[in-house]
């Protein structure tokens, strides 16, 4: 464990914790990934204790809430653009073709 640091979270997988590390550190979060994977000593085993997402402990609250916050909502409908008419998917709030905002 490192000094001045906490798990915040566990994951069963490396891909999921570089996610939420991804995540968090883009707020502005010191943090980083531990794994267990005994040491190497037994490669062929592929075990894995899990992947800690460690957190500085003046950030642990703060992750904490950007990780329990609610995910953007991806089913939401296209929309026209009122300026130039053109056909925008939900993601984005600005037109592609003319730059007008949503």
Known sequence: ???G???LKTFTNETEAQF???HITALGVSALLQMD???DMRPHLDIS???DLLVADE???KAK???EAPVTDLSAEPWTC???GETIEAGFDVCWKCGKEK
């Open 20 to 22: 939420a590390l991804n």
């Open 82 to 84: 009122p300026s130039c």
């Open 59 to 61: 950030d642990l609250e």
């Open 5 to 7: 640091m906490s798990i």
């Open 37 to 39: 994977n005994c040491g």
């Open 65 to 67: 809430s950007a990780l």
């Open 1 to 3: 464990m490192h000094d």
């Open 49 to 51: 204790r899990g992947v």
